[in-house]
């Protein structure tokens, strides 16, 4: 007997942009819903001011801000500095549109390795990074200073290779453009 899949609800109209001045508000409004020691708007607008060696996206829904992320590039390696999706709109792979954007990118750049660290405790975002072929490859005591908590360093190597590439085809492919995904 022949089982009929059910078609997964469409993904909400995403548009991914460059962050900008104009974003921080909303960006400083997400940031302090996630991270218990928020960045400030004077470091966000340190990172969004140096364009050869950072790249900050948000990830709107209309007009709305609900998600973002950064990139340093140092070399041949990419390191994501943050990703955050408001908790209101976690559950509709925007952290998984911004991730897939950043490591298509930092290949563009030139990029061999891609790196980030993420609490111990984030599975969720462990099981994200892994998607993408990120695998654990240190861990740094204590780096979270508000918690004390462990960071795992989290690295996928050969950003640059066609296995690599096919693996961010796939997962582009699972974001199907007709299920609402534009890139701006």
């Known amino acids: 007997m022949a089982v009929a899949r059910e078609r997964p609800p469409p993904l909400p ?12 508000r909303k960006v400083l409004a997400i940031e302090s819903k996630v991270y218990p020691r928020p960045w400030s708007a004077a470091l966000f607008l340190s990172e969004i001011g140096q364009r050869l060696t950072r790249s900050y996206l948000v990830a709107k829904h209309g007009s709305e801000v609900v998600g973002y992320a950064g990139l340093m590039f140092t070399g041949f390696e990419a390191h994501v500095t943050n990703i955050a999706v408001d908790p209101a709109w976690q559950g509709h ?13 930092a290949i563009a750049r030139g990029s ?11 599975t969720v975002a462990q099981a994200m990074y892994e998607k993408f072929g ?7 005591k204590g780096y979270y200073i508000e918690t004390n908590e ?5 690295t996928a190597e050969g950003a640059n290779s066609t296995e690599y590439r096919l693996r961010l085809q796939g997962i582009r492919a699972e974001l199907d453009p ?5 890139h701006g």
């Open 134 to 140: 990120f695998s654990v490859t240190g861990i740094r």
């Open 150 to 154: 462990d960071a795992l360093v989290m």
């Open 178 to 182: 007709l299920r609402g995904e534009t």
């Open 13 to 24: 109209s995403i548009e991914l942009t460059r962050m900008r001045r104009r974003h921080l």
């Open 112 to 122: 061999e390795t891609i790196s980030l660290e993420v609490r111990v405790s984030n």
């Open 93 to 105: 792979r925007i952290g998984t549109r911004l991730l897939l954007a950043l490591a298509t990118e």
